[in-house]
């Protein structure tokens, strides 16, 4: 069975600008998370989409959203980038239909630099 | 709210010593409780997960046992291999995070041939 997959795998971008990362889950997961990993925060959750419905939500400004598509392939966006919006983004999949013992599995990751 | 304290890094050991890395954990409920891998420029990879306490999970050589008592999830091995070189996050989650994980710092594993 294929992983998890993102694309693209690095990004360059400058401030102000946008961006939108792609992720395309296990086959049969219904449930996509966004963990955002940098050097001084660690891993920090972003937000969950199950079923095209924004599940649950970490605290990001809402300047980072996202969206779930009907084959459950999700895509993160950003908006207004700044430096500090400089990651790896990380993607993962769950079956979701129970979340006390659903396993996540992760994607490589997109690095974004912001310059 | 939920936290997950590990051990700081890095960690040097040489070849086929005995691996312990500490991860102690804060939780209302009864969480789950993980071990992910990071290797240099890739993504996590679940190495191994308890559902409960006293559940021992194990994977490629490496254990941990969830002690409830001690609120801990101390990662093993026996004997470890220049392969094993990596970032280790020990993590949890329960309905206090609404199941989403969450994460200690990370402790960098560096085996020395």
């Known amino acids: 069975k294929a992983g998890v997959t993102q694309t693209p795998r690095y990004l360059i971008k400058t401030r102000g600008q946008q961006v939108t990362l792609s992720c395309s889950p296990i086959?049969?997961?219904?449930?996509v998370s966004w963990y955002q990993q940098t050097p001084g925060q660690g891993l920090q959750f972003l937000f969950e989409?199950?079923?095209?419905?924004?599940?649950n939500k970490g605290n990001f400004p809402g300047r980072f959203s996202g969206r779930q598509f009907s084959n459950s392939r999700s895509e993160m966006n950003v908006s207004t980038l700044e430096l500090g919006d400089s990651a790896l983004y990380l993607c993962?999949?769950?079956?979701?239909?129970?979340?006390?013992?659903?396993?996540?599995?992760f994607g490589p990751g997109t690095r974004l630099t912001v310059l | 709210g939920d936290s997950v304290t590990q051990m700081e890094g890095p960690v040097t050991l040489s070849e086929e010593a005995f691996l312990t890395i500490n991860c102690t954990y804060t939780?209302?409920?009864?969480?789950?409780l993980f071990w992910y891998v990071q290797y240099p420029g890739e993504g996590l990879q679940l190495l191994l997960k308890?559902?409960?306490a006293d559940d021992k999970g194990s994977n490629k050589g490496f254990e941990a046992t969830y002690r409830k008592e001690t609120t801990s999830f101390h990662l093993e091995k026996g004997s470890v291999q220049v392969s094993d070189s990596a970032v280790y996050f020990c993590?949890?989650?329960?309905?206090?995070?609404?199941?989403?994980?969450?994460w200690g710092a990370g402790t960098k594993l560096i085996i020395k041939p």
């Open positions: 993962a999949s769950s079956v979701g239909q129970n979340p006390s013992t659903d396993t996540q599995y």
């Open positions: 086959s049969g997961h219904r449930s």
């Open positions: 989409y199950f079923s095209e419905t924004q599940r």
């Open positions: 939780a209302t409920g009864y969480p789950s």
């Open positions: 308890a559902t409960k």
């Open positions: 993590a949890l989650s329960d309905w206090d995070s609404n199941y989403q994980l969450i």
